[in-house]
């Protein structure tokens, strides 16, 4: 018997590898082998949301007088105790030192006529003067020390006004609203400026019903702005669903 040999068989074999082959070398090279970590779920989504300061100071005129120049402007950062505006002294101080002046003087009178009062009580025991001269020197004695009095309430107030023509800021923050440049009169209670502090800005969006389950009071969110990098804040109030 003839033995008749395939010349293609070994053609056949040749190709069926090569085939075999390929789809080893790209189903290898679609493999990925990633190792799974422990971390947190995120959830982000697109609302606008304003912005709303808690807190605001307003300052305003402490006394009636002529507010000096306030260089500073809108926006202009300033830190608790700073001065932001002061009211004229010169006036004020000049105030002060008159009232002393006369305080000091009527104490001198007061204290001289109580010596008048006390000498003519010995002559008025010797009947050596009458008791109209002596009551003439009480009453004296005692207007000096009205005056005293009255000049040291009034002392009282213009170094109050004194203290109170410097105006300072309450807190670390920035000026918000400037009413006036000064460099004018103005009343006791004229507004001046409107401060307020970074510290106490606050975000208002409203978010779906959906979104808004997930968002817990007291919770961390990170909130993040066009062109500003992303700050972690907790959620003050929750949020109204929509």
């Not at 070398?25 to 949301?49: C, D």
């Not at 007061?110 to 009480?138: C, G, H, M, S």
Request: some cysteine; glycine content about 6%.
């Amino acid at each position: 018997m003839a033995k008749i040999n395939n010349p293609n068989r070994h053609k056949y074999k040749i190709i069926l590898l090569s085939f075999l082959a390929g789809i080893t070398l790209q189903a290898n090279a679609a493999i990925e082998t990633v190792h799974p970590q422990i971390g947190n779920i995120q959830k982000s989504f697109v609302e606008q949301a304003k912005t709303h300061l808690a807190n605001t100071y307003d300052l305003n005129m402490p006394i009636t007088g002529k507010i000096e120049r306030i260089v500073l402007r809108e926006g202009s950062k300033v830190k608790q105790g700073q001065i932001v505006a002061m009211v004229d002294q010169q006036p004020l101080l000049q105030a002060v030192k008159q009232l002393q002046a006369r305080a000091k003087t009527f104490r001198a009178l007061y204290k001289f006529q109580q010596k008048t009062v006390a000498r003519r009580e010995q002559l008025a025991k010797q009947d050596y003067i009458d008791k109209q001269a002596l009551d003439e020197a009480v009453s004296r004695r005692d207007a000096w020390q009205a005056q005293i009095a009255e000049t040291d309430a009034n002392l009282k107030i213009a170094e109050y006004n004194l203290r109170e023509s410097v105006i300072k800021s309450p807190i670390n923050g920035v000026i918000l609203n400037r009413y006036t440049q000064g460099d004018t009169w103005l009343s006791m209670g004229a507004p001046l400026m409107r401060l307020g502090s970074i510290n106490d800005l606050q975000v208002i969006c409203d978010v779906l019903s959906q979104e808004a389950e997930q968002i817990k009071i007291g919770g961390k969110v990170s909130l993040t702005s066009e062109g500003s990098r992303s700050e972690e804040r907790r959620v003050g109030k929750e949020c109204r669903s929509r």
